[in-house]
């Protein structure tokens, strides 16, 4: 008889993994599991389901030549959910307990905690220990604070695990944040950019794209050429990589765009980290024992991981599952057509979209300022653009996805997570790119058929909903603009408007 069935998700592939703490080879088990809903409750990428596919069974061959007892039901093969999956192999092997990490999921967890009864024994579901802060951590955190800003949380993350910071608890550098310097556009000049590691899909990647293939062709995205790392290994040179490439430029053109340079000097790494290919604690200890790199990318590249990352997890688990109901602006209009097939005629748009297409990659700024800003401005129903996020990148899971989504870019949660709408005209994207030379707008126009959508949709968002936000003292210039502008004006944006998005509906 099994004393515990060990059940390991597949964002869940780290040696390391809390379930696998006190396993005892002789009578306990494992359980992986490819089920059908977790792989199509969206329109997951196909390159993201042959990643999570092929990590899995890279991640089970190793445990097995390790001589863990396993138990691994592939896609082909296997029930609708986890649920079904799993009560068919406690038929068969009756175990005493099921043992597994907390689920990076709301809906995942909501289902495991229906197993006690199904199956009639304990279920134990305990802490997943690779992030620096747990739930409850965050939660005694947040306590009864008005605002949740991440720079509050950071600074505290900083000085708790002494990263990046002196005896006396002041910041390394003498500054905590170095965002102002890191602000750059790529210059027309500048060298060409290391190009980042691929490999080559080996056997067991071969046959998960055969599957993949077969079962979820009509899934968004090119499945070929695959080129991700599947295994600890191999995702562990993608982060030497970096660090000896081109972590030196992360800092100052983190926030640069340039068409047909897809990743620039970003780690590409988030992919691996979020199943666990990679651990946190891991990659940062990496990146501080590189020697000679600026303060500006080190901390800068320590923020997004030890700041942002783990405050939109807090965020995501402080808040669910009141959080993805919200729609602070009461957006309404359907996501475009475009964003499924890249097809649109606004070059910023295509370049992000093409390459998402393509990779299942796109850096933070696209997301945000490209992608996402538009879909701001342009009213669309927050439910309908966090599934879009959460189907396309390889990286997509619903605790970083969503506050990302649904709070930093949409807004749609009233400022739990920002301080104020990332919206954005032509201005930006131009300052920060090289999109708008080959684009059909033009990006200096404010009105008519010719100028750059964004311009008048900004207006509009912040017309649309004046209510809301004037009273921010961070949109003060944005509002003085306003009360300066004519009727005419106001009524030639509300006009260029409402024709460009009675126009998009069409295609
Ligand atoms: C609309 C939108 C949706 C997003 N959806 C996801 C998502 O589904 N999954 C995801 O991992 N990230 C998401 N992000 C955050 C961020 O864009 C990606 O983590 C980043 O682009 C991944 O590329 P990279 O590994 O090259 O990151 P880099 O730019 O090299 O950054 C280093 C690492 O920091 C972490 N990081 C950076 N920013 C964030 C952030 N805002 N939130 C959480 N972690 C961060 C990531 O682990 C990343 O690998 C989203 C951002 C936006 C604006
Ligand atoms: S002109 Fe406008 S639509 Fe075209 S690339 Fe520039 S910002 Fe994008």
Redesign the pocket.
């Given at each position: 008889m099994i004393e515990n069935l060990c059940v390991i998700l597949g964002d869940q592939l780290s040696q390391n993994i809390a379930s696998l703490k006190n396993f005892r080879k002789e009578q306990d088990k494992i359980l992986m599991m490819e089920v059908v809903n977790e792989a199509s409750y969206v329109n997951h990428h196909k390159k993201k389901l042959v990643l999570v596919f092929s990590a899995m069974r890279h991640f089970a061959e190793n445990l097995k030549k390790q001589g863990y007892p396993i138990i691994y039901s592939k896609i082909d093969n296997s029930s609708n959910t986890f649920t079904e999956e799993l009560v068919k192999h406690c038929k068969n092997i009756k175990p005493k307990k099921i043992v597994i990490v907390h689920p990076g999921e709301y809906r995942v967890l909501q289902e495991i905690k229906k197993w006690k009864k199904i199956l009639k024994i304990p279920v134990s579901i305990i802490e997943d220990n690779r992030f620096f802060c747990n739930i409850d951590e965050f939660q005694k955190w947040a306590g009864n604070k008005k605002e949740l800003r991440m720079e509050t949380f950071y600074r505290m993350m900083r000085k708790k695990h002494h990263i990046l910071v002196d005896d006396d608890g002041k910041p390394q550098g003498g500054k905590w944040n170095y965002d102002v310097k890191n602000r750059k556009r790529l210059p027309k000049s500048h060298p060409k950019i290391p190009q980042l590691l691929e490999h080559r899909p080996d056997r067991i990647t071969n046959q998960v794209i055969i599957d993949v293939k077969k079962k979820f062709s009509k899934h968004f995205g090119d499945l070929e050429p695959f080129w991700f790392a599947t295994t600890n290994q191999d995702a562990m040179k993608n982060l030497e990589e970096?660090i000896e490439n081109r972590l030196e430029l992360?800092g100052p053109y983190?926030d640069a765009m340039v068409q047909n340079e897809k990743?620039l000097?970003?780690?590409?790494?988030?992919?691996?980290?979020?199943i666990g290919l990679l651990e946190?604690k891991q990659?940062i200890n990496k990146v501080l024992q590189k020697k000679n790199i600026s303060i500006e990318s080190i901390e800068g590249?320590v923020r997004?991981?030890l700041g942002?990352?783990e405050?939109?997890?807090g965020i995501y688990w402080h808040e669910m599952p009141k959080y993805s109901k919200t729609n602070f602006f009461n957006a309404k209009n359907h996501l475009p057509e475009f964003y499924w097939t890249g097809k649109t005629e606004m070059n910023c748009m295509k370049n992000c979209l093409k390459q998402t297409i393509q990779d299942a990659?796109?850096?933070?700024?696209?997301?945000?300022m490209i992608?996402?800003n538009f879909s701001l401005i342009a009213g669309i129903d927050p439910k309908q653009?966090c599934d879009w996020?959460?189907s396309v990148?390889a990286?997509?899971?619903?605790w970083?996805?969503l506050?990302?989504?649904h709070g930093?870019?949409?807004y749609a949660d009233g400022g739990i997570l920002g301080t104020k709408p990332?919206a954005a005209s032509g201005n930006y994207i131009n300052k920060m790119s090289d999109y708008c030379k080959e684009c059909k707008y033009d990006v200096k126009q404010k009105e008519g058929k010719d100028a750059c959508p964004f311009n008048y949709l900004y207006w509009n968002f912040f017309l649309t909903n004046r209510e809301k936000l004037e009273n921010n003292p961070r949109l003060w210039t944005t509002f003085s603009n306003i009360k300066k502008m004519s009727k005419e004006r106001k009524k030639q944006i509300k006009n260029d408007s409402k024709k460009f998005l009675i126009q998009i509906k069409k295609i």
């Amino acid at each position: 008889m099994i004393e515990n069935l060990c059940v390991i998700l597949g964002d869940q592939l780290s040696q390391n993994i809390a379930s696998l703490k006190n396993f005892r080879k002789e009578q306990d088990k494992i359980l992986m599991m490819e089920v059908v809903n977790e792989a199509s409750y969206v329109n997951h990428h196909k390159k993201k389901l042959v990643l999570v596919f092929s990590a899995m069974r890279h991640f089970a061959e190793n445990l097995k030549k390790q001589g863990y007892p396993i138990i691994y039901s592939k896609i082909d093969n296997s029930s609708n959910t986890f649920t079904e999956e799993l009560v068919k192999h406690c038929k068969n092997i009756k175990p005493k307990k099921i043992v597994i990490v907390h689920p990076g999921e709301y809906r995942v967890l909501q289902e495991i905690k229906k197993w006690k009864k199904i199956l009639k024994i304990p279920v134990s579901i305990i802490e997943d220990n690779r992030f620096f802060c747990n739930i409850d951590e965050f939660q005694k955190w947040a306590g009864n604070k008005k605002e949740l800003r991440m720079e509050t949380f950071y600074r505290m993350m900083r000085k708790k695990h002494h990263i990046l910071v002196d005896d006396d608890g002041k910041p390394q550098g003498g500054k905590w944040n170095y965002d102002v310097k890191n602000r750059k556009r790529l210059p027309k000049s500048h060298p060409k950019i290391p190009q980042l590691l691929e490999h080559r899909p080996d056997r067991i990647t071969n046959q998960v794209i055969i599957d993949v293939k077969k079962k979820f062709s009509k899934h968004f995205g090119d499945l070929e050429p695959f080129w991700f790392a599947t295994t600890n290994q191999d995702a562990m040179k993608n982060l030497e990589e970096f660090i000896e490439n081109r972590l030196e430029l992360f800092g100052p053109y983190e926030d640069a765009m340039v068409q047909n340079e897809k990743f620039l000097y970003h780690s590409v790494l988030s992919m691996y980290l979020n199943i666990g290919l990679l651990e946190p604690k891991q990659v940062i200890n990496k990146v501080l024992q590189k020697k000679n790199i600026s303060i500006e990318s080190i901390e800068g590249f320590v923020r997004q991981i030890l700041g942002w990352r783990e405050y939109i997890r807090g965020i995501y688990w402080h808040e669910m599952p009141k959080y993805s109901k919200t729609n602070f602006f009461n957006a309404k209009n359907h996501l475009p057509e475009f964003y499924w097939t890249g097809k649109t005629e606004m070059n910023c748009m295509k370049n992000c979209l093409k390459q998402t297409i393509q990779d299942a990659y796109a850096h933070h700024i696209q997301r945000l300022m490209i992608t996402g800003n538009f879909s701001l401005i342009a009213g669309i129903d927050p439910k309908q653009v966090c599934d879009w996020y959460l189907s396309v990148y390889a990286d997509a899971f619903e605790w970083v996805e969503l506050p990302n989504t649904h709070g930093m870019t949409l807004y749609a949660d009233g400022g739990i997570l920002g301080t104020k709408p990332y919206a954005a005209s032509g201005n930006y994207i131009n300052k920060m790119s090289d999109y708008c030379k080959e684009c059909k707008y033009d990006v200096k126009q404010k009105e008519g058929k010719d100028a750059c959508p964004f311009n008048y949709l900004y207006w509009n968002f912040f017309l649309t909903n004046r209510e809301k936000l004037e009273n921010n003292p961070r949109l003060w210039t944005t509002f003085s603009n306003i009360k300066k502008m004519s009727k005419e004006r106001k009524k030639q944006i509300k006009n260029d408007s409402k024709k460009f998005l009675i126009q998009i509906k069409k295609i």
